[in-house]
């Protein structure tokens, strides 16, 4: 199996969506608004069923309904990534499959978690993910999540692998660019999972990030990695001293649960999470309150709250 191509490389901001819920249910308005405004708002990138939008609480047929909605609004323009990733290889391989089906441009697998495999048994679990799928992938290594971090030499190896086309880091360590830059080739995708860490990461050399922010503010860090991309430095800085006070807020308690209250703050989409995720607590909410309301311009000149957009401004 030769290596997969994609029609351009994946990068810049990409938003690793919320997943809407009503009542427990999917809310499969809510998805396409704000699937719709993503786009619109020009991110490079759609992340579907990460852990952003509670993949690991969605049922197969809520994955289904969610990786269609990308891929059918994407209209082939705007990549959309599926995260796959889970601690069996086997499940892995199926979530994968079922992405490639559905007509998602690449994936992005976590590193195995909770069984702590070795780095060999990681580096095998890739071989099978790739011998046994068509897709392009990602890995994503986020240690804090998996208790594992991959070894410069094990990413080394990984690279070797035909379908593997970059690596996602949730570390915040931006001096793992440099580590890892002189062992892969120059066509390898780096990317960071880390709001805080993007502009010194896309600085550095990074190719993109995976966003959690790009849900709430999709122009405004569109502008700052696209910036930062171009060499245009002190605009890139502004808008990242800009949304900072974002970037912390959301970090207070688990992102599922802070993004969907800012979004409720900013846009008609429920806070609903779904346990063992709880929604946050009032100091958090109130450290969120205060960090996008200076955003409720948000970066287009046009208001982003709910009470504008009911009033259709």
């Known amino acids: 199996m030769g290596r997969p191509s994609l029609q351009r490389r994946i990068g810049g901001a990409i938003t690793a969506l919320a997943t809407p819920f009503r009542d427990g249910t999917l809310d499969t308005v809510n998805l396409t608004a704000h699937v719709e405004w993503q786009l619109l708002s020009g991110v490079d990138g759609l992340l579907a069923c990460s852990l952003t939008g ?41 979530e994968t499959l079922q992405a490639q089906r559905l007509g998602a441009g690449a994936a992005l697998v976590t590193v195995p978690y909770y069984s702590k495999p070795t780095q060999k048994g990681v580096l095998h679990h890739f071989e099978q993910v790739a011998a046994r799928t068509d897709l392009p992938l990602i890995i994503h290594n986020q240690p804090s999540h998996t208790a594992i971090d991959l070894a410069p030499t094990t990413i080394a190896r990984l690279a070797e692998i035909p379908g593997i086309i970059g690596i996602a880091d949730g570390s915040g360590d931006i001096t793992r660019l440099d580590l890892w830059r002189p062992l892969l080739p120059e066509w390898f995708g780096f990317y960071t999972s880390s709001d805080t860490s993007a502009l010194a990461f896309t600085i550095a050399g990074g190719h993109g990030c995976f966003s959690n922010a790009a849900n709430i503010v999709p122009r ?38 802070t993004v969907k209250h800012a979004l409720s703050l900013m846009r008609d989409f429920e806070p609903d999470v779904r346990l063992p995720l709880v929604s946050v607590e009032s100091q958090t909410a109130a450290a969120i309150q205060a960090a996008v309301a200076p955003l409720q311009l948000d970066g287009s000149g046009r208001l982003a709250s709910r009470h504008a957009l009911r009033l259709g401004l």
């Open 54 to 94: 509670e993949g690991p609480t969605l049922t197969d047929a809520e994955r289904v309904r969610i990786i269609e909605t990308c891929v059918e609004l994407s209209e082939a323009r705007t990549p959309v990534i599926v995260a796959t990733g889970t601690n069996d290889t086997a499940t892995t391989v199926e």
């Open 220 to 257: 405004l860090f569109r502008s700052m990695q696209h910036s930062a991309a171009c060499g245009h430095l002190a605009a890139a800085r502004s808008i990242d001293d800009r949304l900072r006070p974002l970037f912390n807020a959301l970090r207070q308690e688990r992102e599922p649960a």
